[in-house]
């Protein structure tokens, strides 16, 4: 995508693709861009964020095609985190190249490497074999936890753990928000480590008030049923 149609359309095409594998990886990737192209935050910033926002459709239809009750759980939540998400990434890039550099400024490599996606396939099967020995062993507050550091990677092996589980509840449903929160929570605090506090701070106010949207969803809307 960044060949066909440019660096700065592309690379926030790529970041929206990515999602739909690793959102994690995606932000990895492009926070450690930051630092040769500091006048391009908002591009940056904007195509995490967009990343992001397919991530959470990710799940949302990944629950769908595993647990139909999961998902019209999730859906609230999910769906206005997202739109959230989406708004800020069009923000952010409508912001883009205000100091003045111009979109065939932008260096960068091949920003999404197989490599290291395929690093976090492991984490599926382990988190799913946790979750599952912690459900039955501590109930939900084992899963809670499970969700809690499956975060710090991935969302989709806590999503299949809990779809496998029969029936949505209420501990299974807060335990993928809690792995989501957890997750988004922890792509800021990356980025900030990869490519520096002004980027970190962006991602992390934004991510902040996505997680406040979902929580608002989840409380006021009424939980659908099948």
Not at 5 to 27: C, K, N
Not at 102 to 127: M, Y
Request: hydrophobic share 60%; proline share 3%.
């Amino acid at each position: 995508a960044v060949k066909l149609i440019g660096p700065s359309r592309g690379l926030v095409v790529a970041a929206a693709v990515g999602g739909l594998v690793s959102s994690t990886v995606v932000t990895l990737t492009l926070a450690r861009l930051a630092k040769a192209n500091s006048a391009r935050l908002g591009l940056l910033t904007g195509s995490i964020l967009a990343s992001g926002a397919v991530m959470m459709t990710r799940v949302l239809v990944l629950a769908g095609v595993l647990n139909l009750s999961l998902a019209l759980a999730l859906a609230g939540p999910l769906l206005a985190a997202g739109l959230f998400q989406a708004a800020a990434a069009a923000v952010m890039i409508g912001r883009d190249g205000k100091d003045g550099e111009t979109a065939e400024d932008l260096v960068h490599k091949n920003p999404f490497l197989l490599s290291e996606v395929f690093r976090f396939g492991a984490v599926l099967a382990v988190v799913m074999l946790a979750a599952g020995i912690a459900q039955s062993v501590w109930g939900s507050s084992g899963l809670m936890a499970v969700a809690a550091i499956s975060g710090l990677a991935d969302v989709d092996a806590l999503t299949l753990s809990v779809a496998g589980m029969g029936p949505a509840s209420p501990a299974g449903v807060a335990a993928v928000l809690l792995c989501i929160a957890v997750n988004n929570i922890a792509k800021a605090v990356y980025a900030w480590m990869a490519g520096g506090a002004k980027l970190g701070l962006s991602l992390f106010a934004l991510t902040l008030a996505a997680m406040a949207v979902a929580v608002l969803a989840w409380l006021l809307l009424p939980l659908p049923s099948l």
